[in-house]
């Protein structure tokens, strides 16, 4: 299996995600053409695309690197060997299904975020369940480059159970936010509508200043 991410301009996050993920799986990089320097090891796969400013789309082109198993993951987002070896597990256990939804848990500023990403579509049972389908086989899970939207998964999928393994995304406030405002021209009204009020109510949380 592989475990893939996106980049651009990470020179200071990069050690960090590669000193932890590099020892459990064969590792793919798409670098969105840095221009900070960033520096990868000569042991990594990295494929440059050009710079979008959002992820997602080279999402697509990661799941078509490989026929492996692949699991997609930001360069803020971590997993466990314990919750890796999960998905491993349930891969050979239900041959049939190329691509698996699991929890998500969103720190920010080191504090569980996650209930202010709670809706109807998360998983039963667990508050505050983030659903991502991120585990993939194939070119399954096809993203449509609009910020914030799951992607259409065009396979059998299953869930993994959101208490067994998880992806934690670890972000601190102001990247989170700067972050966020650079892709205001991606969103119509509607979206920057919604991206203000999880911005308000995040920051509510945090106890830190923010003018939507």
Known sequence: MHICTVVHNEADRLPKWLDHHAPLADIIIIDQSSTDGTEFPNSIQVITTPASGLADPDYNL???LTDDWVLLLGIDEFIS???????LDAAKQFPTIKCFIMRRIDYVNDIDCSDLKASQLDQPGIIGCDWQPRFTKGAVCKYSGVPHQHPL???RWGYIDGNSAWIEHRREWDTLLAANESRYHLLDASGISEQAKFLTA???KLGVEYDA
């Open 62 to 64: 990661l799941q078509e």
């Open 81 to 87: 060997e314990e919750h890796l070896q999960v998905l």
């Open 153 to 155: 998964i065009q396979t």
């Open 202 to 204: 995040l920051s509510a």
